[in-house]
């Protein structure tokens, strides 16, 4: 039996449907919710939404936020969040390259954290954007024995 399943963000909505399960990072460890889940609130780690569907999964990079879930329906309210389609991986190499530098450099301790948030996070985009790349693929049909019984 299917879930309903909202994310969020301040600026948008990235996802409403029903799925079969949702895997989503919460800060207490990763955390997989079917229908009838018990009810429960935590906040989110930076991580991956998987929201699983018999049509193919669906992926969302997720940098920190709150869920909300009830045992018919899980609100994700992201404090940022791209679906893996709007992943530009340029943008987030560029990022991941700085953020490497900035580590390289003997950053002051206080900047450390930072530094290290900016390197999950554009490390977290390139995975979820290559899922995104990976299923275009797969959905590209093969030609090669095209032709061979004529
Ligand atoms: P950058 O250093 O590339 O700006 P960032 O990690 O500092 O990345 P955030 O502060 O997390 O960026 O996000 C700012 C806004 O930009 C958010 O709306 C986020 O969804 C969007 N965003 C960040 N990186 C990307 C990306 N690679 N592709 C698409 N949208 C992105």
Do not use: C, W
Not at 31 to 38: E, K, T
Not at 134 to 139: E, L, N, P
Request: aromatic content about 2%; overall charge negative.
């Amino acid at each position: 039996m299917a879930i309903q399943v909202d994310v969020v963000t301040p600026e948008k909505m990235i996802f409403s449907g029903e799925v079969d399960m949702v895997t989503l990072p919460g800060t207490n460890g990763q955390m997989g919710i079917l229908r009838g889940h018990a009810p429960l609130l935590s906040t989110l780690d930076i991580g991956e939404i998987v929201l699983h569907r018999r049509e193919g999964n669906e992926y969302i990079a997720v940098s920190g936020g709150v869920v909300e879930v009830r045992p018919d329906k899980v609100t994700i309210l992201a404090d940022v969040a791209e679906s893996s389609a709007e992943i530009d991986e340029q943008r987030a190499q560029a990022a991941l390259e700085r953020a490497r530098k900035l580590l390289a450099e003997n950053p002051p301790p206080q900047k450390v954290p930072e530094i290290m948030a900016s390197l999950r996070r554009s490390t977290l985009r390139l995975k979820v954007a290559r899922r995104h790349a990976g299923r275009r693929a797969a959905a590209v049909p093969h030609f090669e024995d095209e032709g061979e019984n004529h």
